[in-house]
């Protein structure tokens, strides 16, 4: 039911050791606890990891794009330039913030300036 | 008569709810840390053998097993009932996939069946924030209203007085969720319950709790009530061994082909900063958790160290004003008091590789504490 896939996540986590552990958790995370499904793994080289692309429950028509990171790490703007290119310039990418204790943040990061909704 | 007869009645039954649940509370989490003292029935034997400074309690420490993984760098527990020992006596670990207890089967379990819930903090952040939603929906469509009166009055020659605007707005201390809003949640929960009943297949808990290094090396080496295996041993890791592969997960990936030289074990290892930090709020008494408002700062005695460092330590740099605002506004919001907690890294030349190989070495370290308050002059009676 998704197992297979810890394969191919194994192969990912042996190529980018750095960001090893924010992978593994967020892959985790939004397996089981957000509960996406048709989760891709989308490797994002110049950002020196592999990113997530699947279905939120709460919105399932569109393909939502995931970053991880983590707290201790500090992004530059070009950075987050080069994970909107590799994932094909989607409208908004999650940056999945991960904490040395399993906690994860989702940031939602839009291109240009976005208005919120309410 | 009967009316005051009634609030006073009811004013009681919430007192008495509130008070059990608090009663339960403190049973369930009476235990500071997982070790216990053995009740001694014998009245006797406690008076006779305290005239000489014995007590015949034994020392109880639960046997828990963990599993270290190196990749996130945290030692996994798997055993329910370790779990609840650990959780509950002390707040030791958090869930992996929860954010706090693991409650990820009880949710799931939740989400499948609709009757005998129990309510997890989750859910009750979840309705908090879907209730938050409804009202700022109800906020803006308020505002869109007041604004298309003010312009419409405006196109006729009216005035509308300020009072009359505020009237249309809700205000966040006024605004109550309507049966509306109960229902959005409920036919949320309906779908997900629709999704979920094809899938009838048992749940299988695919949560574990996750314990950071200094918790687990705190109830290894402090309380011996927890032993540590690599994930395919069959015999528990030694303490020396624990040792060494925790300082070893945080050296860079190149550098970790080498770990069984002890030439790699350095005084500013993050394990033994951390480690020595969570040791020292721990005795006083504090649940240390990550997000906690005490602030690690690392000070090197040697400034070589840090040059040679192949760690690039956080905070060890002098900080900025900006940075040092930002932390103390954001803990200020939460009403939390930040603490600075300057931890000293003995010099290389000053610390010997034997001590190095055990926490014998934790003697040279020294922690200084400065509280810091914001001064908001508005505020400040004098």
Same mark, same amino acid.
């Given at each position: 039911?998704?197992?297979?896939?810890?394969?191919?996540?194994?192969?990912?986590?042996?190529?980018?050791?750095?960001?090893?552990?924010?992978?593994?958790?967020?892959?985790?995370?939004?397996?089981?606890?957000?509960?996406?499904?048709?989760? &891709?793994?989308?490797?994002?080289?110049?950002?020196?990891?592999?990113?997530?692309?699947?279905?939120?429950?709460?919105?399932?028509?569109?393909?939502?794009?995931?970053?991880?990171?983590?707290?201790?790490?500090?992004?530059?703007?070009?950075?987050?330039?080069?994970?909107?290119?590799?994932?094909?310039?989607? &409208?908004?990418?999650?940056?999945?913030?991960?904490?040395?204790?399993?906690?994860?943040?989702?940031?939602?990061?839009?291109?240009?300036?976005?208005?919120?909704?309410? | 008569?009967?009316?005051?007869?009634?609030?006073?009645?009811?004013?009681?039954?919430?007192?008495?709810?509130?008070?059990?649940?608090?009663?339960?509370?403190?049973?369930?989490?009476?235990?500071?840390?997982? =070790?216990?003292?053995?009740?001694?029935?014998?009245?006797?034997?406690?008076?006779?053998?305290?005239?000489?400074?014995?007590?015949?309690?034994?020392?109880?420490?639960?046997?828990?097993?963990?599993?270290?993984?190196? =990749?996130?760098?945290?030692? /996994?527990?798997?055993?329910?009932?370790?779990?609840?020992?650990?959780?509950?006596?002390?707040?030791?670990?958090?869930?992996?996939?929860?954010?706090?207890?693991?409650?990820?089967?009880?949710?799931?379990?939740?989400?499948?069946?609709?009757?005998?819930?129990?309510?997890?903090?989750?859910?009750?952040?979840?309705?908090?924030?879907?209730?938050?939603?409804?009202?700022?929906?109800?906020?803006?469509?308020? =505002?869109?209203? #007041?604004?298309?009166?003010?312009?419409?009055?405006?196109?006729?020659?009216?005035?509308?007085?300020?009072?009359?605007?505020?009237?249309?707005?809700?205000?966040?201390?006024?605004?109550?969720?309507?049966?509306?809003?109960?229902?959005?949640?409920?036919?949320?929960?309906?779908?997900?319950?629709?999704?979920?009943?094809?899938?009838?297949?048992?749940?299988?808990?695919?949560?574990?709790?996750?314990?950071?290094?200094?918790?687990?090396?705190?109830?290894?080496?402090?309380?011996?009530?927890?032993?540590?295996?690599?994930?395919?041993?069959?015999?528990?890791?030694?303490?020396?061994?624990? /040792?060494?592969?925790?300082?070893?997960?945080?050296?860079?990936?190149?550098?970790?082909?080498?770990?069984?030289?002890?030439?790699?074990?350095?005084?500013?290892?993050?394990?033994?900063?951390?480690?020595?930090?969570?040791?020292?709020?721990?005795?006083?008494?504090?649940?240390?958790?990550?997000?906690?408002?005490?602030?690690?700062?690392?000070?090197?005695?040697?400034?070589?160290? #840090?040059?040679?460092?192949?760690?690039?330590?956080?905070?060890?740099?002098?900080?900025?004003?900006?940075?040092?605002?930002?932390?103390?506004?954001?803990?200020?919001?939460?009403?939390?008091?930040?603490?600075?907690?300057?931890?000293?890294?003995?010099?290389?030349?000053?610390?010997?590789?034997?001590?190095?190989?055990?926490?014998?070495?934790?003697?040279?370290?020294?922690?200084?504490?400065?509280?810091?308050?914001?001064?908001?002059?508005?505020?400040?009676?004098?």
């Amino acid at each position: 039911r998704g197992f297979p896939k810890y394969a191919t996540l194994s192969i990912s986590i042996k190529r980018y050791p750095r960001a090893a552990s924010a992978i593994f958790q967020t892959y985790n995370d939004l397996l089981l606890a957000q509960q996406w499904s048709e989760i &891709e793994i989308v490797d994002l080289p110049t950002c020196g990891r592999c990113g997530f692309r699947g279905r939120r429950p709460e919105n399932p028509n569109t393909r939502t794009c995931v970053v991880p990171c983590s707290l201790a790490e500090t992004i530059s703007m070009t950075w987050l330039k080069s994970a909107f290119g590799e994932f094909e310039q989607p &409208e908004e990418v999650f940056l999945a913030i991960n904490a040395e204790d399993s906690s994860i943040v989702y940031y939602k990061l839009s291109t240009g300036i976005t208005k919120p909704p309410v | 008569m009967s009316s005051v007869n009634q609030s006073q009645s009811r004013g009681n039954s919430s007192q008495k709810k509130g008070g059990r649940k608090r009663n339960e509370n403190n049973v369930i989490y009476a235990n500071p840390l997982p =070790i216990t003292f053995s009740r001694v029935e014998n009245r006797f034997t406690v008076t006779a053998l305290g005239i000489f400074g014995i007590s015949p309690a034994r020392l109880l420490k639960p046997q828990c097993k963990g599993t270290f993984d190196p =990749i996130t760098r945290s030692v /996994w527990i798997t055993d329910p009932k370790d779990r609840a020992i650990l959780w509950r006596r002390g707040f030791f670990g958090k869930g992996n996939l929860s954010r706090s207890e693991p409650s990820w089967l009880v949710r799931q379990t939740n989400i499948r069946t609709a009757v005998g819930r129990q309510t997890t903090s989750e859910e009750v952040t979840a309705k908090r924030r879907a209730e938050r939603k409804q009202f700022k929906l109800d906020r803006a469509r308020g =505002i869109a209203a #007041a604004a298309a009166e003010a312009e419409s009055a405006f196109a006729e020659g009216r005035i509308i007085s300020a009072e009359e605007t505020k009237a249309l707005i809700p205000s966040a201390a006024t605004w109550k969720p309507s049966p509306s809003t109960q229902n959005v949640t409920l036919s949320f929960l309906e779908q997900y319950q629709g999704a979920a009943d094809l899938d009838a297949e048992p749940l299988e808990d695919m949560e574990h709790m996750q314990l950071t290094f200094s918790e687990a090396f705190f109830l290894t080496w402090a309380l011996d009530c927890l032993s540590i295996r690599r994930p395919n041993a069959l015999e528990p890791m030694t303490l020396p061994e624990i /040792w060494i592969a925790f300082q070893t997960t945080h050296l860079p990936p190149h550098l970790q082909a080498y770990s069984s030289q002890e030439s790699i074990l350095r005084p500013d290892n993050p394990f033994l900063l951390n480690y020595f930090f969570f040791h020292h709020y721990r005795s006083l008494g504090w649940v240390v958790k990550n997000g906690f408002a005490v602030v690690l700062i690392p000070v090197y005695e040697d400034a070589r160290d #840090a040059e040679s460092s192949p760690f690039s330590l956080s905070n060890s740099e002098p900080f900025t004003w900006q940075w040092l605002s930002t932390i103390n506004r954001v803990n200020s919001q939460v009403q939390k008091t930040l603490v600075l907690s300057y931890v000293t890294i003995p010099a290389l030349s000053r610390v010997s590789l034997t001590e190095l190989t055990s926490p014998a070495c934790f003697e040279r370290y020294s922690i200084r504490e400065i509280i810091i308050r914001r001064f908001v002059p508005a505020r400040m009676r004098d």
